[in-house]
């Protein structure tokens, strides 16, 4: 089964939170796992990052760090991932080993498209597509974008904003790679995260 799912952590971390981690990357369907905790203190965010880190090495996916490439460093984790203010995607590697993955939003822009591909990135993250919990202010992007981004790229392309069970088939037939999911999984009114997960194949 191919791996095509890119999740990005809750925003606040509760004490089932690794518990829920493991048995949702146990589904062998999650590539990427994106930390993104944007209101901790370093020590407190270096001591999750460990933690995650020793989950998501037993379940061989790939870690990434948002916006921050010292803590990816620090940790060695397996990448990071640089929103549009988070310094130059150059810096980032010239602070990470050259295997390290670094991934660039680039919303729904074309200009940010094409100023990512020359910086040579190891993924474009694209959205948001649907209206988003994680991020309600997000421009909606439109589907035809991937189209044009597969005819300038072969960078592989990640999907992002609001995707949950009934929408994401949409995006695959697009020809994205991999399919960012966060609130359907861990602020799901209905489903456990353990659950939730099972409802993409």
Not at 60 to 80: E, Y
Not at 102 to 117: D, E, F, P, V
Not at 133 to 141: F, G, I, T
Request: glycine content about 4%; hydrophobic content about 35%; overall charge positive.
């Amino acid at each position: 089964m191919r791996r095509f799912l890119y999740l990005i952590s809750p925003s606040k971390i509760n004490k089932h939170f690794y518990k829920d981690l493991a048995e949702v990357l146990s589904s062998k369907k999650v590539r990427y796992f994106q930390l993104r905790l944007k209101k901790h203190s370093n020590s407190k965010l270096l001591k999750i990052a460990k933690k995650v880190k020793g989950i998501t090495k037993k379940y061989k996916v790939k870690l990434i760090i948002n916006d921050l490439p010292v803590l990816a460093k620090k940790i060695n984790a397996d990448g990071c991932h640089l929103g549009q203010s988070d310094g130059s995607i150059k810096n980032a590697r010239n602070l990470l080993k050259k295997n390290k993955i670094i991934g660039i939003t680039c919303h729904g822009s074309k200009k940010l498209i094409l100023n990512a591909i020359k910086e040579k990135p190891d993924y474009i993250a694209l959205g948001s597509f649907f209206k988003s919990k994680l991020k309600p202010n997000a421009k909606k992007a439109q589907k035809n974008l991937v189209k044009w981004s597969k005819q300038r790229t072969n960078l592989p392309i990640v999907a992002i904003g609001g995707i949950n069970n009934k929408n994401y088939r949409s995006l695959m037939k697009f020809g994205v790679n991999y399919l960012a999911i966060s609130s359907y999984i861990w602020n799901n009114p209905r489903l456990k995260p353990k659950k939730a997960i099972r409802k993409f194949s």
